[in-house]
């Protein structure tokens, strides 16, 4: 008799990211033609945003290794793709009803909503960090290290700009609204390098 071999069900690393990138590619598609069919410059760039980190999900995925993802990580995907769909759907609906409101309770509702999942998002990570192993819990810790750091670098160069007289202004509320979305991106685009270095190591 043969031994038992491993489910094809089971979730690996690499199938996860590559759901994780096809998911991504998918919830930008609708940002693009919202945006190019209304004009509105920052839906396209959310889009973009999305697809690219959705891209190099894919390209990680290429090279990731075919492990089993653990159940604490599959609780995580569990929570993480309906807290990201729903944040792109918000963001939507969000940017196409504000302005047609004229309450001004009405207008800050609409605009919070994509903090919903957002806070989804952040409670899935805070219990995936703490029921990993210490391993993991490096790994996630230095991702999120260098996200955050490079999200300051990043933000904080783009400020100066402005202060050279180069011909163009962005508003505050513009570079706010963008941290965390290109804090999540990089954290997503970091953590499987990461991984990949220490996993080089063993």
């Not at 994780?20 to 190019?36: K, W």
């Not at 309770?105 to 703490?130: G, N, Q, S, T």
Request: glycine share 6%; proline share 5%; with cysteine.
């Amino acid at each position: 008799m043969s031994g038992p071999s491993k489910s094809p069900s089971k979730l690996t690393n690499r199938r996860a990211l590559a759901m994780m990138g096809g998911v991504a590619v998918l919830c930008a598609l609708p940002c693009l033609l919202a945006g190019m069919l209304t004009g509105r410059r920052w839906l396209v760039t959310l889009g973009l945003v999305v697809a690219a980190t959705g891209a190099a999900w894919l390209l990680c995925a290429r090279f990731a290794r075919e492990e089993v993802m653990r159940p604490v990580h599959v609780r995580y995907l569990r929570e993480f793709f309906p807290a990201m769909a729903g944040y792109v759907v918000l963001m939507m609906v969000s940017g196409a009803l504000v302005p047609r409101m004229e309450s001004v309770a009405a207008r800050a509702a609409l605009a919070a909503l994509p903090l919903l999942p957002i806070a989804l998002l952040v409670r899935a990570m805070v219990r995936v960090l703490r029921d990993q192993d210490e391993l993991e819990r490096r790994i996630d810790l230095e991702a999120i290290a260098i996200a955050a750091m490079s999200t300051a670098f990043g933000f904080f160069s783009f400020g100066l700009l402005p202060l050279a007289d180069i011909g163009w202004q962005v508003s505050g509320h513009t570079v706010a609204v963008w941290v965390m979305p290109c804090l999540f991106a990089i954290f997503g685009i970091t953590k499987p390098l990461v991984a990949r270095r220490y996993r080089d190591r063993e």
